[in-house]
C-alpha cells in the first residue's frame, strides 16, 4: 500500500490534468442527445444517467486526489513532474507546492456540490454538459499546476473555450449576447497574454517560471526595463481574468447571465487571475527580483481597493439577486489583491485564507439566488415586491447565512480572513487606506445584502389563489447545505488552515528552493541570457 501511495505521489500532478481530460474523453464517447432525455426516450435517460455517475465519481475521486496534495505539500515537499523527462527548463514541468495544491482542492470543493446540483435538471438542458464541464476541471487544475509561463497560457484557453461553451447553456438570447461580449474580451486578452510572453521571452530567453526569475533578476537598463513592462502587460491580461479595476465590467453580466451551476463554477475563475497574479509576481517579479523587482507594487494596491469599492457600489444599485451576488464576487477579488498588493508574506497567506472563504460563500450563494428566483414567481432574481417564496423559514435562513458570511460578520471565516488582512498590514504604510476600505465595504455590504432581504421576504404581495410554485427540491438544496458545511469547516478549522497559508505564502517566498527543486543542479548557477539556448 505505501508503494502505491508513493507511486500515485510522484505522478499526482499529471494524474490531476488526466483524470478530468480522459473523464471527458469517456463522456463523449457515452454521447449526448440533448434534450431526448427531457422528452423522455428511456435510450437516453439511461445514457444521462450514466454521465452522471461517471462525472460525479470522476469529481470525487479529484477531490480525494486533492486533499491527498494538500496533506503531503503540507510537510513542505515540492513535487516537480517532468513531462517526457525532459529536464527544466528545456521541457514541460508542473509543479505542485502548498499554494498549487491548495488551489486544486479549492476548485474539486467548488465542482463537485456544483456538479451534484447541476445533475437536478441543468445538465439535460444542452449537450455536452458533463464533458465540457471535465474540460472546465481539466484547464483549472492544468493552470494551478503548471510551471511554464506558456503552458499557463495554454491551460488559460482551455479553461475558457470550455467556459465559453457553459455559459451558453440552456441558451438563452441574455446568455448569447453576454457570451459574444465574453469571448471577444478574452480573446483580447490572450492576444496581450501571448505579447507580454514575447517580450519576457526576448530577454529572458525562457518562459519556465524558475528559470525566469532566475534571468530577472540579473537584468540591467533597457532588458530590465523591457522585462517590467511586460510585467505590467502581463498584470492587465490576469487583472482581466480576476477582475480588478477598471477591467471587471464584463463580469457582473456574465455571470448573472449564466445557469446558476455555471455561475457558481465560474467563482473559481476570477482566482485563477488571483493565482497567476500571485505566482508571477511573487515568483518571477518578487522582491529579491533585482532592478524588476516588485514591478507592480505601485499599481497592484490601488487597483486592488478600487476594485473592492465599486463592487460593493455595484452591489447597491444592482436591481436582481444575480448581479448583485456578481458584484459581491468582484468586491471580494478586490479585498483578496489588496494582501496580495501590500507584498509581505504575512498579508499573502491572510489574503490565500480570505480566498477560500469568498469563493466557496459566492459560489453556494448563485446556488441559493436560483432557489429563491424559482419561488417568486414571474419576478425571478429581479429586485422587487413580489409573491412570497414557498419556504419563506428556510431560504431566510439561509440567505441570513450567506449574508452573513458574505458581508464578514464573526463568527464566520469572512470576519476571520478580514480580520486577518488588517492584523498583518499593521505598520505598513498602506493601513490606514486598508483598514477604510475593508471597514466600509464590509458595512456596504450587509445594507446591500439586507435590502435584498428585506424585498424578497418582507415587501410581497398576496399571491393568487393557493400558490402554485413548489418548495425547493431536497437534492438541490443540499448542494447549497454543503457550501454553508464548508464554510462553517473552514471557520472551525481557521488555526490549521492559517497555518497552511503562513507555510504558503513563506514557501513563495523562497525563490531559491523554488529554482532548485525545478532545475536542480542549473538552480545553483547564475546564467545570464545571451541569445542562445
Known amino acids: 500500500m505505501n508503494a502505491l501511495l508513493e507511486l500515485w505521489w510522484q505522478h499526482a500532478p499529471v494524474l490531476s490534468v488526466v483524470l478530468p481530460s480522459l473523464t471527458a474523453v469517456v463522456l463523449l464517447l457515452i454521447g449526448d442527445q440533448g434534450g431526448m432525455a427531457a422528452q423522455g426516450g428511456s435510450h437516453e435517460v439511461g445514457r444521462l444517467r450514466w454521465r452522471r455517475r461517471v462525472a460525479l465519481t470522476s469529481a470525487l475521486l479529484g477531490l480525494v486526489m486533492a486533499a491527498g496534495m494538500v496533506w503531503r505539500a503540507s510537510h513542505g515537499e515540492l513535487l516537480v513532474y517532468r513531462l517526457g523527462e525532459w529536464p527544466a527548463p528545456f521541457g514541460i514541468a508542473l509543479v505542485l507546492d502548498r499554494l498549487s495544491a491548495m488551489m486544486v482542492l479549492l476548485t474539486y470543493l467548488v465542482a463537485l456540490p456544483v456538479l451534484w446540483y447541476a445533475t437536478g435538471g441543468w ?44 455559459l451558453l447553456h440552456g441558451q438563452g438570447r441574455e446568455r448569447f449576447r453576454m457570451g459574444v461580449h465574453y469571448v471577444v474580451l478574452n480573446l483580447s486578452a490572450s492576444a496581450l497574454f501571448l505579447i507580454g510572453l514575447a517580450m519576457l521571452y526576448a530577454v529572458t530567453g525562457t518562459l519556465n517560471m524558475a ?53 457558481a463554477l465560474f467563482a473559481i475563475m476570477t482566482k485563477v487571475g488571483v493565482y497567476s497574479i500571485i505566482r508571477t509576481h511573487w515568483v518571477i517579479f518578487g ?69 477560500l472563504h469568498s469563493t466557496i460563500v459566492v459560489a453556494g450563494l448563485f446556488l441559493l439566488v436560483e432557489q429563491m428566483a424559482a419561488q417568486r414567481g414571474d419576478a425571478g432574481d429581479h429586485l422587487r415586491p413580489a409573491h412570497a417564496v414557498r419556504e419563506p423559514v428556510l431560504l431566510g435562513l439561509m440567505m441570513l447565512f450567506g449574508a452573513a458570511s458574505a458581508a464578514g460578520l464573526p463568527p464566520l471565516p469572512g470576519f476571520v480572513g478580514k480580520l486577518m488582512i488588517l492584523q498583518s498590514s499593521h505598520g505598513l504604510a498602506a493601513q490606514p487606506w486598508l483598514w477604510t476600505v475593508v471597514l466600509t465595504v464590509g458595512f456596504f455590504t450587509i445594507v446591500g445584502l439586507a435590502r435584498a432581504g428585506v424585498i424578497v421576504f418582507w415587501h410581497v404581495q398576496p399571491a393568487p389563489g393557493a400558490g402554485g410554485v413548489s418548495g425547493g427540491s431536497v437534492k438541490l438544496l443540499s448542494a447549497i447545505w454543503a457550501f454553508m458545511v464548508l464554510t462553517v469547516t473552514l471557520a472551525a478549522l481557521a488555526a490549521p488552515v492559517k ?30 541570457y545571451t541569445g542562445d539556448r
Not at 131 to 138: G, N, P, R, T, W
Not at 289 to 300: E, I, P, R, T, Y
Not at 318 to 345: C, K, N, Q
Open 123 to 166: 445538465d439535460a438542458r444542452g449537450r455536452y454538459f458533463h464533458a465540457i464541464f471535465q474540460f472546465q476541471l481539466m484547464g483549472l487544475c492544468g493552470a494551478f499546476l503548471t510551471g511554464d509561463l506558456f503552458n499557463l497560457f495554454v491551460f488559460f484557453e482551455v479553461l475558457l473555450i470550455a467556459s465559453y461553451v457553459l
Open 211 to 263: 528559470d525566469m526569475a532566475m534571468r530577472v533578476a540579473q537584468l540591467q537598463g533597457e532588458n530590465a526595463a523591457l522585462a517590467r513592462s511586460g510585467a505590467l502587460v502581463l498584470l492587465v491580461v490576469f487583472g482581466l481574468k480576476a477582475a480588478l479595476v477598471p477591467l471587471y465590467f464584463w463580469l457582473p453580466g456574465t455571470y448573472a447571465a449564466a445557469s446558476a451551476p455555471v455561475a
Open 287 to 355: 522582491a529579491d527580483a533585482g532592478a524588476s523587482a516588485l514591478a507592480v507594487a505601485d499599481w497592484l494596491l490601488p487597483a486592488a481597493l478600487a476594485t473592492s469599492v465599486l463592487g460593493v457600489l455595484g452591489a447597491l444599485a444592482a436591481h436582481t439577486l444575480g448581479r448583485l451576488v456578481a458584484y459581491l464576487t468582484v468586491s471580494s477579488v478586490g479585498t483578496i489583491m489588496a494582501g496580495v498588493g501590500l507584498f509581505t508574506p504575512e498579508t499573502l497567506s491572510a489574503s490565500l485564507y480570505y480566498a
Open 499 to 528: 497555518q497552511y497559508t503562513d507555510a504558503a505564502a513563506n514557501q513563495l517566498t523562497d525563490r531559491a528552493a523554488y529554482q532548485r527543486a525545478v532545475l536542480g543542479d542549473l538552480g545553483n548557477s547564475t546564467r545570464p
